[in-house]
């Protein structure tokens, strides 16, 4: 799997695919605005969870760094993990060190932040327990992915199908969250895309169907 995910992996678009140093510059000047990687939702949601610049966030799975760099601009300090070495090297160019082994990073952190990450890896639970290990008491865990719940396979079956695959062995529910006993408290939220204004208040993280096909998965570990 690592070999897999250090050079062979690929996906269409700003995960995998590396931009030219003209693209890179317009990326940062926009600050992603708009593209597929853009990091303002997340940006309102930490809002709402009261976690504010100054804040320490890891972006586990981090690529080249998008994300990472967003949480940098906005005020945040910031780490990277990422397994693919060459992408890791690529955040020089952001001004950034993606660390590729756990053991480089410098815990706790107030958040750790995944994007299109579990459903890749072999056992989810084991990496949860790695992110809850490295977040402080009263921290977060939120974790981006595919949504493998029975809602979203019954609204679309043919995308829920094509979502699970090769690329992506394991489609983490809703309920898997709620049961990994990691947590003292969670959310679970279900869109096809985030958008700021989802996150418009903390009520909004209570009230949210399951059916759409990604799945925004937040754990507060214990204080």
């Given at each position: ?129 790695d992110m809850a290990r490295l977040t402080a008491p009263g921290g977060y865990v939120i ?81």
């Open positions: 799997m690592e070999r897999f995910y250090q050079y062979d992996y690929h996906q269409a678009g700003l995960t995998t695919d590396l931009p030219t140093p003209a693209e890179l510059e317009q990326l940062m000047a926009t600050r992603f605005a708009g593209t597929q990687r853009d990091g303002a939702y997340l940006l309102a949601l930490l809002k709402i969870l009261n976690v504010l610049p100054g804040k320490r966030v890891l972006d586990y799975g981090a690529s080249w760094g998008y994300y990472t760099w967003q949480l940098l601009a906005a005020g945040y300090r910031t780490q990277g993990l990422e397994i693919s070495a060459p992408r890791a090297a690529f955040g020089k160019h952001l001004g950034l060190t993606i660390n590729t082994n756990l053991a480089d990073l410098s815990p706790p952190f107030d958040v750790v932040f995944s994007s299109h990450v579990l459903e890749h890896v072999l056992n989810p639970r084991e990496v949860l327990r974790a981006v992915t595919p949504n493998g719940s029975p809602e979203h396979q019954q609204r679309a079956a043919a995308l829920y199908h094509r979502l699970w695959g090769f690329v992506h062995p394991v489609l983490l529910t809703a309920e898997f969250w709620r049961r990994t006993q990691l947590f003292s408290r969670v959310w679970t939220i279900s869109k096809d895309d985030f958008t700021p204004a989802d996150f418009a208040e903390f009520a909004a993280l209570e009230r949210s169907e399951l059916n759409h096909s990604t799945l925004l998965l937040i754990g507060q570990v214990n204080p």
